[in-house]
């Protein structure tokens, strides 16, 4: 990130920002409209294991690659398992929540942009979840994949019929995923560094982290990169401010403007 230009950059998007009340309660009432619309879909077991049969079927009728190959890498040590099990429990939510945060105070333009990204992936996806519920991998006894959370810990589920706090049927599509690959391309769309591509790294990783773990298919993970497709097509980016310059570049001062010459001036 250029330094010269980020103070600059910030203080032109200032009149940007919207107000703090106004978006922790928006942002906290999108959170509760979704949790309890995740509530909704519960109940739908054998809806869910049916339709998780025929997600399997699809994929193996499209040659995709079988999950079981990422997860047997992660079987490979024990350690490795357990990061696993804990980057999936642990940075999904406050890596978002930092994201915006930092969009809110460093790019203000950003971060509505980002916030209505995500507010519509999230929007749509928790319909999927109503009229798609859908079995994860781990539960299924035809992928032969093993709950890594529960064997090696830490697992942030208990049995799905006892779970009060989260719906288990929710696989499709994968918001873990969604929200990760969003993180990335708002920071990457954000910033300047040179390395801001690095951030990539987060989908990647969650990627493997959902898929290893199996708590989803990579069909969860295609259908949220879709959804976050149309919605970065339907909501526009914010245009740059006209204090961004190139990094590496110096900024360009205004000339003062030239007197004219008086002709036959002295004379």
Excluded: C
């Amino acid at each position: 990130m250029n330094a010269r230009t980020e103070p600059a950059e910030a203080e032109s998007d200032a009149s940007a920002r919207p107000p703090l009340v106004r978006e922790l309660l928006l942002v906290a009432g999108l959170f509760l409209v979704y949790k309890f619309g995740r509530r909704l879909a519960t109940g739908h077991t054998a809806e869910a294991f049916r339709n998780a049969h025929d997600v399997w079927d699809l994929e193996r009728a499209l040659h995709l690659p079988g999950e079981g190959a990422v997860q047997s890498l992660l079987l490979r040590d024990d350690t490795l398992v357990h990061v696993a099990n804990t980057y999936y429990a642990t940075v999904h939510f406050p890596a978002t929540a930092a994201f915006l945060i930092w969009l809110y105070l460093r790019r203000p333009a950003h971060y509505v942009w980002a916030r209505r990204v995500l507010a519509a992936v999230t929007g749509a996806a928790l319909v999927l979840h109503l009229v798609f519920p859908l079995a994860p991998p781990r539960m299924l006894g035809a992928t032969g994949l093993m709950d890594t959370a529960r064997v090696f810990g830490p697992s942030v589920y208990g049995p799905p019929r006892a779970d009060s706090l989260s719906n288990q049927f929710a696989a499709m599509p994968s918001l873990h995923f969604g929200w990760a690959l969003m993180l990335a391309i708002g920071l990457v769309v954000a910033t300047r560094s040179r390395r801001r591509w690095l951030w990539l790294l987060h989908p990647f990783v969650t990627l493997l982290v959902i898929v290893g773990t199996a708590n989803h298919y990579w069909l969860d993970v295609i259908v949220a990169t879709v959804l976050l497709g149309l919605a970065l097509a339907v909501i526009r980016l914010p245009r740059r401010t006209r204090t961004t310059v190139p990094p590496g570049r110096p900024a360009l001062r205004r000339r003062p403007a030239e007197q004219p010459e008086l002709v036959g001036a002295g004379r």
